[in-house]
């Protein structure tokens, strides 16, 4: 790895059988999520392919379920590479008529002798915290030329999307990281964690970090700011530094009274990464690549991360209307609450591309800290599924791939994911048996 970055030397071994897969195809099917690190996956990945001259084919889609295979099936490619999923469709894929490579960091099911598969958990990493879908697509554009090291901002984009980086950067993400500061391709410099030319709209626009009665409440946010002494219209970037701590602990405080977890709070002053070759902050890229991963904009995102500096405007565009809407959702889930079952808390969520969004915010910053949060979201006759909770209720027992996997199956469907986060598709009218079993089987992970 050209001393960049220590694996574990059967880690190693199946990365370069994956480069002699790609390297042996004529044509290459990739295969990618739309999520942030799904599109940061594909960028760094089409960036290693165009430069080492191979032909490849590249889509986006929102998830792996039999009729995606089965789609996937026809098309007849030699060679498929999947990014940022696959390892828990082993079952599916081990049908496809073609040499199938797949890069992920979620749980897998188990070992396959027909499928490839890189993914950290084999080798005794946290692909939830250490690794996530970009990492494992940088590792193999690294082995396939050490030159793609170049593309780790992207990667580390792909790491905060994920949100991997909160309370700091671990593992193979972390080698990474001191790489690129190493090489001057990253900066760091440790900042107030919101976005915004003015304090008000920092605060009025924000999302995440979500502040219960200021977000979305201009004239709040407003009698906020002059409450403490502080100018709504002044710029971000000029604010002195006695101005600064003291918003931080207002702020800080508001987060703990509205029930935010420590580490959630702690996240409001955290390490910037500047991306000099883009002129853009690393969070940044992973909020415009969310937004045009959620907006159906998905090709735009791997233009910006692979360079196109004309994309940043439009891009820029759909993060203001992204963010309009789940402000939206987010503000009605503050104002009516969620529905409850003992062990669980669950709200329907209109557009299924913001639902997964809309899911983390909503515990990370709303909702009941003790029981983790779904969102269901009906997509003609099928019913899709996103869960998320916290590192405590982890520590706690709670594995939310286990139960959404669980759950699925037994009512004909499919899921898994994390243990911190997963989704699930389910058939249409299965809702409540679905909800039932998950709620059943979390209170078991908790007791």
């Known amino acids: 790895m050209s001393g960049s970055v220590t694996l574990p030397a059967d880690f190693s071994e199946a990365l370069k059988q994956a480069v002699r897969a790609i390297n042996a195809a004529d044509h290459l099917r990739v295969i990618s999520h739309y999520d942030a690190d799904g599109l940061s996956a594909a960028s760094v990945m089409a960036s290693a392919l165009k430069r080492a001259n191979k032909q490849f084919h590249l889509s986006m889609i929102k998830g792996l379920d039999p009729e995606a295979i089965e789609r996937i099936s026809k098309e007849g490619s030699g060679t498929i590479l999947f990014l940022d999923m696959g390892c828990g469709q082993i079952d599916g894929l081990e049908k496809l008529d073609a040499k199938v490579v797949v890069l992920d960091h979620h749980k897998p099911i188990r070992k396959s002798k027909k499928v490839i598969q890189v993914n950290p958990h084999f080798y005794g990493m946290d692909g939830m915290t250490e690794a996530c879908g970009a990492t494992v697509s940088l590792l193999l554009a690294a082995v396939l ?22 309370g700091g950067m671990k593992g193979v993400n972390l080698q990474v990281l001191d790489h690129a500061v190493e090489n001057k391709i990253i900066s760091v410099q440790r900042g107030l964690n919101l976005k915004g030319k003015t304090i008000l709209d920092a605060i009025a626009k924000s999302v995440d970090p979500y502040f219960v ?3 979305g409440r201009e004239e709040n946010a407003i009698a906020f700011l002059e409450s403490i002494g502080l100018n709504p219209t002044s710029s971000m970037g000029a604010l002195e530094d006695i101005f600064r701590r003291k918003l931080t602990s207002m702020l800080s405080l508001r987060l703990m009274g509205q029930g935010c977890r420590p580490e959630t709070v702690e996240e409001l002053v955290s390490d910037v990464y500047w991306i000099p070759s883009l002129d853009l902050g690393a969070a940044d890229l992973a909020d415009l690549l969310n937004a045009c991963g959620r907006m159906d904009h998905e090709g735009l995102g791997v233009a910006l991360s692979m360079g196109d500096k004309d994309s940043i405007e439009k891009a820029d565009e759909l993060r203001t209307e992204y963010n309009k809407n789940i402000l939206e959702k987010l503000m009605s889930i503050e104002s009516d609450g969620v529905e409850e079952l003992e062990h669980i808390q669950y709200f ?8 997964g969004a809309e899911c983390g915010l909503a515990m990370q910053y709303i909702l009941d800290q003790s029981r983790p949060t ?5 997509v003609k006759e099928k019913v899709k599924v996103s869960s998320r909770g916290t590192k405590y209720l982890i520590s706690k027992g709670l594995d939310l791939s286990a139960a959404l996997k669980k759950a699925a199956e037994g009512v004909g469907g499919n899921g898994g994911g994390h243990s911190v986060a997963s989704g699930a598709t389910v058939p249409k009218g299965k809702e409540e048996e679905f909800l039932k079993c998950v709620d059943e089987t979390v209170g078991k992970q908790l007791a």
């Open 213 to 215: 009665g200021l977000s």
């Open 145 to 166: 030329d050490p030159k793609n090291w170049d593309l780790a901002p992207v990667a580390i984009a792909g790491m905060i999307g994920d949100r991997q980086h909160m």
């Open 348 to 355: 329907t969520a209109p557009d299924s591309s913001l639902a």
């Open 374 to 378: 779904l969102a269901l979201s009906t």
